[in-house]
Antibody, heavy 112, light 107 residues
Framework: QVQLKESGPGLVQPSQTLSLTCTVS????????VHWVRQPPGKGLEWMGR???????SYNSALKSRLSISRDTSKNQVFLKMNSLQTDDTGTYYC??????WGQGTLVTVSS | DIQMTQSPPSLSASLGDKVTITCQAS??????IAWYQQKPGKAPRQLIR???TLVSGTPSRFSGSGSGRDYSFSISNVESEDIASYYC?????????FGAGTKLELK
């Protein structure tokens, strides 16, 4: 069955870089798009960007200067890197296949 | 970017009630709207896609309708397991954009 699981550090210091991994199973990254969506505590959902099945990427314009999404198809993994983190980047980060199937999310706290 | 105006922000209902949430897009989104349910500490769960198509496993008491810029999502006969937050999402244009959410509570 389709599964996605996010992993990464739970705590990141301000101004540092966040690196998250989405490991997928049950489908091929060369056939489906994977998106990243985040949610600050108690707030709504924000689309961050996506890795298309063909390797193309798209980003939220508000994050584009800080965000990079890549993948390793041999490992069934999609990566998110975002630099210059601030406290308002604190939240739960989700990867999702086509915004239909979602991972459980990983909480990232930006704090010194 | 397309803005999605979702209302109401919160809703209080009794068991068995029918409730309706609306989303208005800032432009025509050609029925490319999905609706999600999110319970505390959990990932969003897609209930409806393309305005009115129920995702496998979605109970029939959930429904969606609309066209152009205006869309609605309804739950008939609210059950206790429906207490959650609900979000709309337009995926007609990049970037996909979410409504601000509606929190459904028991009266």
């Amino acid at each position: 069955q389709v599964q996605l699981k996010e992993s990464g550090p739970g705590l990141v210091q301000p101004s540092q870089t966040l690196s998250l991994t989405c490991t997928v199973s049950g489908f091929s990254l060369t056939s489906y798009n994977v998106h990243w969506v985040r949610q600050p505590p108690g707030k709504g959902l924000e689309w961050m960007g996506r890795m298309r099945y063909n390797g193309d990427t798209s980003y939220n314009s508000a994050l584009k200067s800080r965000l990079s999404i890549s993948r390793d198809t041999s490992k069934n993994q999609v990566f998110l890197k975002m630099n210059s983190l601030q406290t308002d980047d604190t939240g739960t980060y989700y990867c999702t296949r086509d915004l239909t199937y979602w991972g459980q999310g990983t909480l990232v706290t930006v704090s010194s | 970017d397309i803005q999605m105006t979702q209302s109401p922000p919160s809703l209080s209902a009794s068991l068995g009630d029918k409730v309706t949430i609306t989303c208005q897009a800032s432009q025509n989104i050609n029925k490319y709207i999905a609706w999600y349910q999110q319970k505390p500490g959990k990932a969003p769960r897609q209930l409806i896609r393309y305005t009115s198509t129920l995702v496998s496993g979605t109970p029939s008491r959930f429904s969606g309708s609309g066209s152009g810029r205006d869309y609605s999502f309804s739950i008939s006969n609210v059950e206790s397991e429906d207490i959650a937050s609900y979000y709309c999402l337009q995926y007609d244009n990049l970037p996909p954009t979410f409504g601000a959410g509606t929190k459904l509570e028991l009266k």
